[in-house]
């Protein structure tokens, strides 16, 4: 079992990262709960598969488990579940001194740690993150939150689990639809680093094969790290913590263009990243020759995603829609280099419209033409 720990002085907390190791949660729980109660939150799918197995670990704690099954997927996070939460907490009497834990993908750790840092005032709790995407990204940090219909992730809060536990184990019945996306933000890390995890990922990516342990491990822990020392840098991502959005203002205007739900966040960020590097290229040619090792891994991706209609027109009206509404001019963050990333300002329309358009032609002729979708 790795640890990885996330330096908030007060509020500092662990990852761990395993494989088959689920007897280690229970240890989690021991440390972290003070009272003999546990509210656990199971995201539905995860709960067919492996909610028995959970529950057995817990309950060797001799804990009393209130449990709570929400059903999967984005439209879980909505003030309407969110409300039945309440009710759930509330109706069993829920103690500021009790403990919530959150087993499931992103959706469930946003859903579940807003709920926690709001009901009583905050309530402490733990995430066991069960796809990669959530590993790596979405369990840690602190962010949490649910989508209004005005936006996504538009009603949140910073509120640190006291542990996140990750287990590849939970990872084997992940569709590889989600595997592949949860690669995505992976990515990001290996722009963004350069070194080692660029390193990892590639050797994973030419090995295909998403399920190896082992392999995923190498991709998880550097990750974490990665993360991790961003967040205790800027916890609340008024510096550093901006670089995590690399290739995000066009993956979020890919997945809006692609018709919401048609994309996973995490493939709209693998056709993100390649935007940005064409826009790094586009900018300064001398980038093109430090880029062309991370364009080759970004383009072995998207023969892995499936083919969805976009069109070049729809992803800039996106672009420029949320650039509007948040107020943000034309900057963008590129790179000089994998491990360089830099913030470029009043990038023209025109450069915009050529990366977008290098990358779609890309993604139209490509996409899909090696995914690995082999009946999980
Ligand atoms: N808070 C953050 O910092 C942060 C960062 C990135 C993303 N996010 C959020 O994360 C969410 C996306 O998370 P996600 O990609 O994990 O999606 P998700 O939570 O919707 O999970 C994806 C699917 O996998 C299923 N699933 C979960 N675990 C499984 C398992 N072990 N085996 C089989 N099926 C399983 C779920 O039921 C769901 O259908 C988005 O809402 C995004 O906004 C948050």
């Known amino acids: 079992m ?10 500092s907390y662990p990852v761990l990262i395993g494989s088959n190791e689920v007897d280690r949660l229970t240890r989690q729980i021991d440390r972290a709960a ?11 799918n995860l709960y067919a598969l492996h909610g028995d197995l959970i529950k057995r670990h817990l309950r060797r704690s001799t804990r009393n488990i209130v449990e709570m099954v929400i059903p999967g997927g984005e439209k879980s996070k909505s003030a309407t579940v969110l409300n039945q939460v309440y009710d759930h907490l509330l109706h069993e009497k829920i103690s500021r001194d009790d403990f919530i834990l959150a087993c499931g993908g992103g959706v469930l750790s946003d859903l579940i740690g807003y709920a926690a840092a709001t009901i009583l005032r905050g309530v402490r709790w733990g995430v066991v993150p069960t796809t990669l995407l959530g590993m790596v990204d979405a369990a840690v940090g602190g962010k949490t939150g649910i989508n209004h219909r005005l936006g996504k992730n538009l009603v949140g809060a910073f509120w640190q689990p006291a542990f996140v536990y990750c287990d590849t184990y939970f990872l084997h019945t992940l569709p590889s639809r989600q595997m592949v996306a949860g690669l995505g933000e992976v990515a990001k890390y290996a722009a963004l680093d350069g070194g080692l995890i660029l390193d990892r990922l590639r050797r994973f990516v030419d090995k295909n094969d998403l399920y190896d342990d082992r392999l995923l491990r190498s991709l998880i822990i550097p990750s974490v790290r990665y993360k991790a020392g961003i967040v205790a840098q800027d916890e609340r991502e008024s510096g550093r913590r901006i670089l995590l959005n690399l290739g995000h203002t066009f993956a979020h205007a890919i997945e809006n263009a692609a018709g919401y739900g048609r994309l996973l966040h995490g493939e709209a960020v693998i056709l993100g990243l390649l935007a940005a590097v064409e826009l790094s290229s586009l900018i300064a040619w001398r980038c093109i020759r430090p880029l062309a090792s991370y364009r080759s891994l970004l383009e072995k991706l998207i023969t892995w995603l499936p ?3 976009l069109e070049s027109r729809n992803v800039l009206n996106a672009m420029a829609l949320d650039k509007k509404r948040s107020g943000l001019k034309q900057r963008f963050l590129i790179l000089k280099a ?6 470029a300002d009043n990038i023209s329309i025109r450069l915009t419209r050529l990366a977008v358009d290098n990358m779609l032609e890309y993604y ?9 979708y082999s009946g999980r």
Do not use: M
């Not at 790795?2 to 509020?11: A, E, F, Q, S, T």
């Open 364 to 372: 139209r002729v490509h996409g899909g033409t090696n995914a690995p």
């Open 2 to 11: 790795h640890i990885v720990k996330v330096n908030l002085g007060l509020r």
């Open 34 to 44: 003070r009272t003999n109660r546990l509210f656990v939150f199971f995201d539905a």
């Open 307 to 309: 083919q969805v209609r």
């Open 338 to 343: 994998a491990g360089e990333p830099i913030i």
